[in-house]
């Protein structure tokens, strides 16, 4: 069962709404659009899985996507995580397009891909690496830990796995397959791990520890790029024509194409969310949507049912990312 879904990434969001918001012609535009396609290729291929996970059956396993575990003061990544009774499944992603050439010897992958050939992160390392972190994890919240393996996953069918020159495929390297072969891996690993090591109690806890831990990335997103808030146009613009709306008798008007709508605000405070600040006061917001009535922006607020923090004029309202 699948018990955390896999979601648009914060980043991607954030990286979205930036390009809602730059001004026309702005210089960085290539480079943040470049970003968004890379970053959304990788998402793509993690939803790729979710179809082959589907295929499980069984109240045992529990999935979790996308989840960012706390080990202070750092974090670490997981594409995706099986849960069960008798074993934990890290799978790491990989969206690659092209020829992948393994060489064991050297601990390196190449990437060949439009008569271009580049190294390769090894994903290997990066899987190892994330089950240590878990198991770490694991004990720090006292956990029972039944054991800890992981596979990658290639998630575009195309590409092609080869292995360099004179070279044999070994462990850990078999451990590098592609999403179609995934189901027969897991039925591999249910036939190895048949010993039960973690009870119902123990699952039910190892599942409220994961959902209440997970804590979405969030950055400064202009600070990213070596922007500044000046290099954006907020304010409340037409959804037809993109012009710019004005707050009148409790509606937003559109002066250039005549369109009115009752929650135009909406996008830009979420974007503001995104690309400012996670939080808001009342004055704020008056200035971001250019309305002079404080319970105007009260009641718009209010309509969003954000957690609040302070009491009348020092209100901050905050948007909790999950």
Not at 88 to 96: M, Q, T, V, Y
Not at 187 to 193: D, E, P, Q, V
Not at 195 to 205: G, H, L
Request: with cysteine; charged share 25%; proline share 5%.
């Amino acid at each position: 069962m699948i018990v955390k879904e896999r979601e648009i990434p914060l980043k991607i969001e954030q990286i979205d709404a930036l390009l809602r918001n730059l001004v026309p012609n702005h210089f960085k535009v290539s480079v943040v659009q470049h970003d968004l396609k890379k970053r959304s290729a990788g998402y793509n291929g993690e939803k790729a899985i979710d179809y082959h996970l589907s295929f499980l059956s069984g109240k045992k396993y529990m999935i979790f996507n996308d989840l960012r575990l706390p080990l202070p003061p750092y974090h670490f990544q997981i594409d995706s995580l099986l849960v069960t009774p008798y074993y934990c499944l890290i799978l790491e992603i990989k969206n690659i397009s092209g020829t992948l050439t393994i060489d064991p010897e050297f601990n390196q992958l190449t990437k060949y891909y439009d008569g271009v050939e580049t190294g390769f992160s090894d994903p290997i390392s990066q899987a190892q690496r994330q089950s240590l972190l878990l198991q770490r994890f694991f004990y720090e919240n006292k956990l029972v830990m039944p054991p800890i393996v992981y596979l990658v996953v290639i998630s575009n069918p195309k590409t092609i796995l080869k292995i360099a020159n004179g070279q044999k495929l070994t462990p850990p390297y078999t451990k590098i397959i592609h999403a179609q072969n995934l189901i027969d891996e897991i039925s591999k690993l249910n036939s190895k791990f048949t010993k039960e090591t973690a009870s119902k109690k123990d699952i039910s806890k190892i599942k409220r520890v994961l959902l209440n831990s997970h804590t979405p990335l969030y950055t400064n997103i202009l600070t990213n790029y070596g922007l500044e808030k000046s290099d954006l146009i907020l304010g409340v613009r037409c959804e037809i024509c993109s012009g710019k709306m004005e707050r009148q008798h409790r509606t937003w008007y559109c002066h250039s194409c005549k369109f009115t709508s009752n929650t135009a605000h909406e996008r830009i405070i979420e974007d503001y969310f995104l690309l400012i600040k996670p939080s808001i006061t009342n004055k704020e917001l008056r200035t971001l949507l250019g309305i002079q009535s404080p319970k105007t922006a009260r009641l718009l607020l209010n309509a969003l049912n954000l957690k609040t923090t302070g009491s009348t004029k020092g209100t901050i309202y905050h948007k909790e990312f999950h």
